[in-house]
């Protein structure tokens, strides 16, 4: 069959990595897609939230299965926009509709939805604009550090955890009256702060029957030892060595399961991923947030692992015959190690020659921001790629990344050498 997969980061090249090793993958097309997507598909340089676009190129090219990389196409609506469509609506598309969506799409309604199905999460309140003052003195009810969220897409930026009362007032004011992240903040969600080890569980559904895919962890801060600014992820290992039988089947039971019959419950049709950002606090697991997409760089370390035919997988998704496939994994363990530009997650210069990727042994390199130009391949984005290598355990396996990192060359080249420290 023909397949498109929409999105240009490491994780839809990494999409594309496994998908065109399938005997069920006749041509693959990635939009817009990046230098590494273009050696193993067809690039197409259309935007993946111009739907029109989407679809003249679907005719055209005969596709017969959609895999939509990111979150905002689906926080639009592209589900529904093909289900909508009389020429369309028999294609297979892998992402749930806009009301699924939502829970990634609204932290509020991700809040509401736990609330309401009893999965444990961390308490909250949510405030607007005119509940300026209530908020801030909610925040006076709270011990320090004090979480704010911006309740809709920020592009993974929307989130503050601050340690003083009077600067989260203060910015609690900035996101509410001077748009610090424009819509996205226009209700804020506040929320009590939980202590413990973050980690992230992927969940394949099609709205009914569920696989639990691979534990992944991610390491979001800039520098070392989890310090600086917030950027989209700056490696990931897989499997998480605490998520123990007894703590998964904890996850399962209180988290997954609720989650699932939730969907069903509320009749919301959802035939893809839900990631489940988790904390475990003691031994108890809370849900941090949801999103409704495989997460990058954790798509990186989790995909690599499973040894199962994805389009066979995907096809019972489509179907609503997920419980009739098994999804295989390796034993083995991943890790991904993400080198970025200079000045990332700031300003950072684009265009920068990449060097020494030829010379990469026993490693595979998803790129994330690459483009090609003059025949050479340069840096197109803040995060630019990302090394995955396996190994017995995660310190093997992120030793190779770091020994083939050395390898390779942009100007200003940035990456963290502690991936994994926590654990």
């Given at each position: 069959?023909?397949?498109?997969?929409?999105?240009?980061?490491?994780?839809?090249?990494?999409?594309?990595?496994?998908?065109?090793?399938?005997?069920?993958?006749?041509?693959?097309?990635?939009?817009?897609?990046?230098?590494?997507?273009?050696?193993?598909?067809?690039?197409?340089?259309?935007?993946?939230?111009?739907?029109?676009?989407?679809?003249?190129?679907?005719?055209?090219?005969?596709?017969?299965?959609?895999?939509?990389?990111?979150e905002?196409?689906?926080?639009?609506g592209?589900?529904?926009?093909?289900?909508?469509?009389?020429?369309?609506?028999?294609?297979a598309?892998?992402?749930?509709?806009?009301?699924?969506?939502?829970?990634?799409?609204?932290?509020?309604?991700a809040?509401?939805?736990?609330?309401?199905?009893?999965?444990?999460?961390?308490?909250?309140?949510?405030?607007k604009?005119?509940?300026?003052?209530?908020?801030?003195?909610?925040?006076?009810?709270?011990?320090?550090?004090?979480?704010?969220?911006?309740?809709?897409?920020?592009?993974?930026?929307?989130?503050?955890?601050?340690?003083?009362?009077?600067?989260?007032?203060?910015e609690?004011?900035?996101?509410?009256?001077?748009?610090?992240?424009?819509?996205a903040?226009?209700?804020?969600?506040?929320?009590?702060?939980?202590?413990?080890?973050?980690?992230?569980?992927?969940?394949?559904?099609?709205?009914?029957?569920?696989?639990?895919?691979?534990t992944?962890?991610?390491?979001?801060?800039?520098?070392?030892?989890?310090?600086?600014?917030?950027?989209?992820?700056?490696?990931?290992?897989?499997?998480?060595?605490?998520?123990?039988?007894?703590?998964?089947?904890?996850?399962?039971?209180?988290?997954?399961?609720?989650?699932?019959?939730?969907?069903?419950?509320?009749?919301?049709?959802?035939?893809?991923?839900?990631?489940?950002?988790?904390?475990?606090?003691?031994?108890?697991?809370?849900?941090?947030?949801?999103?409704?997409?495989?997460?990058?760089?954790?798509?990186?370390?989790?995909?690599?692992?499973?040894?199962?035919?994805?389009?066979?997988?995907?096809?019972?998704?489509?179907?609503?015959?997920?419980?009739?496939?098994?999804?295989?994994?390796?034993?083995?363990?991943?890790?991904?190690?993400?080198?970025?530009?200079?000045?990332?997650?700031?300003?950072?210069?684009?265009?920068?020659?990449?060097?020494?990727?030829?010379?990469?042994?026993?490693?595979?390199?998803?790129?994330?921001?690459?483009?090609?130009?003059?025949?050479?391949?340069?840096t197109?984005?803040?995060?630019?790629?990302?090394?995955?290598?396996?190994?017995?355990?995660?310190?093997?396996?992120?030793?190779k990344?770091?020994?083939?990192?050395?390898?390779?060359?942009?100007?200003?080249?940035?990456?963290?050498?502690?991936?994994?420290?926590?654990?």
């Amino acid at each position: 069959m023909n397949i498109l997969i929409l999105g240009s980061g490491g994780r839809e090249h990494t999409f594309a990595f496994k998908i065109a090793q399938s005997s069920h993958c006749k041509k693959l097309f990635v939009a817009p897609g990046n230098a590494g997507t273009a050696r193993i598909a067809t690039n197409i340089p259309i935007a993946v939230t111009d739907f029109e676009a989407v679809k003249e190129l679907v005719l055209r090219e005969e596709i017969e299965m959609l895999i939509v990389g990111p979150e905002d196409p689906l926080v639009l609506g592209i589900v529904d926009f093909f289900q909508a469509d009389k020429e369309l609506k028999h294609i297979a598309v892998i992402g749930p509709s806009k009301r699924g969506a939502l829970l990634e799409g609204s932290k509020e309604r991700a809040k509401e939805f736990m609330a309401l199905h009893n999965i444990p999460t961390a308490a909250y309140e949510s405030f607007k604009a005119e509940s300026l003052e209530a908020g801030k003195k909610f925040l006076t009810t709270l011990k320090a550090p004090y979480v704010l969220k911006a309740d809709g897409l920020a592009a993974g930026k929307g989130v503050l955890i601050l340690d003083s009362l009077e600067e989260a007032q203060d910015e609690l004011e900035n996101m509410l009256t001077n748009n610090k992240f424009g819509e996205a903040g226009n209700t804020v969600v506040i929320e009590e702060f939980l202590d413990g080890i973050e980690l992230s569980v992927f969940v394949l559904t099609d709205g009914k029957n569920y696989k639990i895919l691979p534990t992944a962890k991610d390491y979001k801060r800039i520098g070392e030892g989890d310090t600086g600014l917030n950027t989209g992820g700056m490696g990931a290992i897989s499997p998480v060595p605490f998520a123990d039988e007894a703590f998964m089947e904890k996850v399962e039971n209180r988290i997954v399961k609720p989650t699932i019959k939730g969907l069903e419950t509320e009749e919301i049709d959802y035939k893809g991923f839900v990631f489940i950002g988790l904390i475990k606090v003691g031994e108890e697991p809370y849900v941090i947030e949801y999103n409704v997409r495989m997460g990058d760089p954790e798509t990186e370390v989790v995909l690599p692992r499973i040894t199962s035919d994805l389009v066979e997988v995907f096809q019972k998704v489509a179907s609503g015959q997920l419980d009739e496939v098994e999804v295989e994994v390796t034993p083995h363990a991943a890790a991904t190690l993400m080198l970025v530009s200079g000045g990332y997650p700031e300003a950072y210069e684009k265009g920068k020659e990449i060097e020494g990727l030829e010379k990469v042994q026993d490693s595979t390199v998803f790129h994330a921001g690459t483009s090609e130009k003059d025949g050479k391949i340069v840096t197109n984005g803040g995060r630019v790629l990302a090394i995955t290598s396996f190994g017995e355990d995660f310190q093997e396996a992120i030793k190779k990344s770091y020994q083939n990192a050395e390898k390779l060359y942009f100007d200003k080249m940035y990456y963290r050498k502690d991936i994994g420290f926590d654990l």
